[in-house]
């Protein structure tokens, strides 16, 4: 019996041995997995920074695009104002021109009236006051004058007896039938006109022809028979 229990005893020795062996197996692969699991944290820590890193560029390239269309719209703008506001410099110009060129045309219109005096003074002088220091004098003031009223471009209106009439030139202050003249043709001159560069200042005034009226046509007068129209009265017995 004692050799059954010593069998027995050696049994559980080794059953205890081999479960020693087990757990030391075990303990001694336990720093192998440890150092897995640490080299996979190690390896996922650096993939988890490329993807916060590439979050951050998409980031700034968004917010690069967007300055960039900003800054487009920005320029568009500013060339748009800048545009607008040569335009409105161009119209201003152009106003202030148009207004100076209205004021010294009223200036140049106020002086045609002298223009037309010495014009008609001169056609009726004398023949024997021809020379006349006096008479000089004026003819210089009337010269001046002239050459003034040609450096700011004025000039007759070229008009004579036979040229046509045209509304934008003349002023018809009469019209009237005359022999050797057609209709809307011009008989005479009454008062010059003039024309700074091509704004009329005054058109001229002159005298229009007329279509001659047609002669009426003769009238047909029917003669009846005397028979017919007299006739005397019967007498009734």
């Not at 409105?88 to 152009?94: D, G, L, N, S, V």
């Not at 450096?151 to 022999?179: L, M, S, W």
Request: charged share 30%; glycine share 4%; hydrophobic share 40%.
């Amino acid at each position: 019996m004692s050799k059954n229990k010593q069998e027995k005893e050696t049994v559980e020795l080794t059953r205890k041995e081999e479960q020693d062996i087990t757990v030391t197996a075990e303990t001694a692969n336990l720093p192998d997995e440890l150092e897995i699991g640490m080299e996979t944290v190690s390896a996922s820590e650096p993939a988890e920074e490329l993807d916060a890193e590439q979050s951050k560029l998409a980031a700034l390239e968004a917010t690069i695009i967007q300055l960039e269309t900003e800054a487009a719209r920005n320029i568009e703008g500013w060339r748009r104002t800048q545009a607008s506001f040569e335009n409105y410099r161009k119209r201003t110009e152009a106003e202030k021109l148009r207004w100076r060129t209205v004021d010294n045309a009223a200036l140049l219109m106020r002086l045609l009236p002298l223009v037309d005096d010495f014009d008609r003074a001169f056609a009726s002088i004398p023949a024997e006051i021809e020379g006349n220091p006096w008479l000089e004098g004026i003819q210089l003031i009337e010269k001046k004058l002239q050459n003034l009223l040609e450096i700011e471009q004025v000039k007759p209106i070229q008009v004579e007896p036979g040229h046509e009439f045209d509304p934008h030139y003349h002023e018809a202050i009469h019209a009237q039938v005359f022999e050797g003249f057609a209709a809307e043709q011009i008989i005479s001159v009454v008062q010059r006109g003039y024309l700074q560069d091509k704004l009329v200042l005054r058109p001229a005034k002159v005298v229009v022809a007329l279509d001659p009226e047609p002669e009426p046509e003769p009238t047909a007068i029917i003669e009846m028979d005397a028979t017919e129209n007299d006739q005397t009265p019967g007498t009734t017995e």
